[in-house]
């Protein structure tokens, strides 16, 4: 009989969340989640298959879980689900069973009737959202601060690199109602902020007439995100709300009037823009050139001029060259972001890319052009938090400083991390921090200002 599980995730925030939904659906079914490898019946492996690397990981992760394996049951959870050879390693007697992201709600049964059929898969992808009913029931979560709330699961977007259409199928969205309601329990736990996901959360939709309110959206016919965005923003004034990720084409002016319109919705906006080269974009199905792209950077900057920037940048993609990086650069340079994620292509099977288009640009130069960004990225962040010193800051403290125990650490609204000195403060307290020194990570706060 199966009765403790672990789960081990790799991967995306989207994991994180799946994470404390697997563990609601499996303790209201009896099970008993552990954190200790070595304690549990079942391991789950919550996957990601966004590069090779993270695949590769996970592969090796399955020969130790293996090399431990005696009498646990081992299932395979997430991203990679419907692309690993389950033939082989169900032959090989390495996993039990394989389940996609759209089909957790089948986790118990799976479970319960491993004893008859030993190996179970179903990697079935939905077109409706599958989670509406469930709220997270956040027994085990770490954080007691910030919590992920998933608004959208899936994406239609189809960029020719990417693999997430594929493994997490078409966006579905969870009903205005149903996401409020998990807000406002949030805020009922004490949770301070709420971070709102989706895959590409600014294509949020929502059209059943039933759900509208009347006092919060008047007279519309479908919610949108920023429908959604200003109903939880009015509805719970004292939670901070953030959100991710933002694609361009979708990002509508009206969305960034409500950002400033609400001072409990974070100003910050995490906004890929993968290649600065018109001829790269195109390549990678963007539906934005580079020159739409700065024109919508400069409207947020006018429209909320301390909003924070930041971005996510594939280098070496099929055929890029040496003047589409420097494109990249320059584009960096003129719009100097406040943070960035940073990766080298890889060649994904399944996608466009993968059958259309050649993977010919060498691993050295990758690397190289992904170290040249890095180095630009620092100076820009360090240029972007020096530009604080001497304010006034409010910052919401997540924890305790892992340099000094000393020193809390928390996030201002732009989502700088911003460490000071504790006196009598708690965690989950917004306060007033005056900054006095920077890295180019980190903002240095002095005592709290309002005591
Ligand atoms: N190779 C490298 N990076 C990728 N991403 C998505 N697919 C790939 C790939 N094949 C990056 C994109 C995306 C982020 C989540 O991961 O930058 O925005
Ligand atoms: Fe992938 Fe593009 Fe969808 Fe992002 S928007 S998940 S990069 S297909």
Same mark, same amino acid.
């Given at each position: ?5 672990y789960i081990e995730?790799?991967?995306c ?5 799946d994470?404390?939904?697997i563990i609601?659906?499996l ?8 954190? @200790?490898?070595?304690?549990a019946?079942?391991i789950?492996i919550n996957?990601?298959?966004i $590069?090779?690397?993270?695949e590769t990981k996970?592969?090796?992760r399955?020969?130790?879980f293996?090399?431990?394996?005696k009498k646990? +049951?081992l299932?395979?959870i997430?991203?990679m689900? @419907?692309?690993?050879d ?5 032959k ?5 069973f394989?389940i996609?992201?759209?089909q957790?709600?089948q986790?118990p049964?799976i479970? %319960?009737?491993?004893?008859d059929? $030993?190996?179970s898969?179903n990697?079935i992808l939905s @077109?409706?959202?599958?989670y509406n009913?469930?709220?997270p ?11 992920? +709330?998933t608004?959208?699961? /899936?994406?239609d977007n189809?960029c020719t690199?990417?693999v997430?259409?594929f493994?997490?199928g078409?966006?579905k ?5 149903r996401?409020l309601?998990e807000c406002?329990?949030?805020y009922d736990?004490?949770y301070?902020?709420?971070i709102?996901l989706?895959?590409?959360?600014n294509?949020?939709?929502?059209n ?8 919060i ?5 479908s919610?949108n995100?920023? @429908?959604?965005l200003?109903?939880?923003?009015k509805?719970?004034?004292n939670?901070r709300? $953030?959100f991710?990720? *933002?694609?361009?084409q979708d ?18 906006? #995490?906004?890929?823009?993968q290649? /600065?080269?018109n001829r ?5 199905k963007?539906k934005y050139?580079?020159?739409e792209?700065?024109?919508? +950077?400069?409207k947020?900057k ?14 070496g993609?099929?055929?890029e060259?040496n003047k589409? #990086?420097?494109?990249t650069?320059n ?5 100097k972001?406040?943070?960035g994620?940073?990766f080298?292509?890889? #060649?994904r099977? &399944?996608?466009?890319a ?6 010919? +640009?060498p691993?050295?130069?990758?690397k190289?052009r992904l170290?040249?960004?890095?180095r630009?990225?620092?100076? #820009? *962040?360090?240029?972007?938090?020096k530009?604080n ?5 409010e ?5 305790i400083?892992?340099?000094n125990?000393?020193?809390w650490?928390?996030r201002n609204s ?7 000195? %504790?006196t009598?403060?708690?965690? &989950?307290?917004?306060?007033n921090?005056k900054?006095i020194?920077?890295t ?11 005591k």
């Amino acid at each position: 009989m199966i009765k403790y599980f672990y789960i081990e995730s790799y991967g995306c925030q989207m994991n994180i969340y799946d994470n404390e939904l697997i563990i609601t659906i499996l303790t209201n079914n009896n099970f008993i989640y552990v954190d @200790n490898i070595y304690k549990a019946d079942l391991i789950l492996i919550n996957t990601c298959a966004i $590069r090779e690397k993270a695949e590769t990981k996970i592969y090796n992760r399955l020969l130790f879980f293996n090399s431990i394996k005696k009498k646990k +049951v081992l299932g395979l959870i997430g991203c990679m689900a @419907n692309r690993i050879d389950y033939k082989y390693y169900f032959k090989k007697n390495m996993l039990n069973f394989i389940i996609g992201p759209d089909q957790y709600r089948q986790l118990p049964n799976i479970i %319960k009737s491993l004893n008859d059929n $030993r190996y179970s898969y179903n990697v079935i992808l939905s @077109n409706d959202e599958n989670y509406n009913d469930i709220i997270p029931n956040k027994l085990y979560s770490n954080n007691k601060v910030s919590s992920f +709330v998933t608004i959208s699961r /899936g994406c239609d977007n189809m960029c020719t690199f990417c693999v997430v259409p594929f493994t997490r199928g078409r966006e579905k969205n969870k009903s205005p109602i149903r996401i409020l309601n998990e807000c406002k329990r949030l805020y009922d736990l004490g949770y301070k902020e709420v971070i709102l996901l989706g895959q590409n959360v600014n294509s949020y939709l929502w059209n059943k007439k039933s759900f509208i309110k009347k006092n919060i959206i008047n007279k519309k016919k479908s919610i949108n995100f920023t @429908n959604l965005l200003e109903m939880i923003a009015k509805s719970l004034p004292n939670i901070r709300i $953030r959100f991710s990720t *933002s694609n361009p084409q979708d990002m509508s002016i009206e969305v960034i009037k409500i950002i400033k319109k609400y001072n409990n919705i974070c100003k910050s906006i #995490h906004l890929p823009f993968q290649s /600065g080269s018109n001829r790269i974009l195109k390549l990678m199905k963007r539906k934005y050139t580079r020159l739409e792209y700065i024109n919508l +950077v400069e409207k947020i900057k006018n429209i909320i001029p301390d909003c924070s920037l930041s971005y996510d940048i594939i280098t070496g993609f099929c055929s890029e060259t040496n003047k589409d #990086h420097k494109d990249t650069l320059n584009l960096m340079k003129y719009i100097k972001f406040d943070f960035g994620y940073m990766f080298c292509y890889s #060649h994904r099977k &399944g996608t466009y890319a993968y059958k259309i288009l050649k993977d010919n +640009v060498p691993i050295k130069i990758k690397k190289y052009r992904l170290k040249e960004i890095i180095r630009l990225q620092r100076k #820009h *962040s360090y240029y972007r938090l020096k530009k604080n010193i001497n304010s006034i800051q409010e910052v919401l403290i997540e924890g305790i400083s892992k340099k000094n125990k000393n020193y809390w650490y928390g996030r201002n609204s732009q989502n700088s991390i911003i460490v000071f000195p %504790k006196t009598n403060e708690n965690i &989950g307290e917004l306060v007033n921090v005056k900054i006095i020194n920077n890295t180019s990570a980190t903002l240095i706060g002095d005592n709290v200002e309002n005591k």
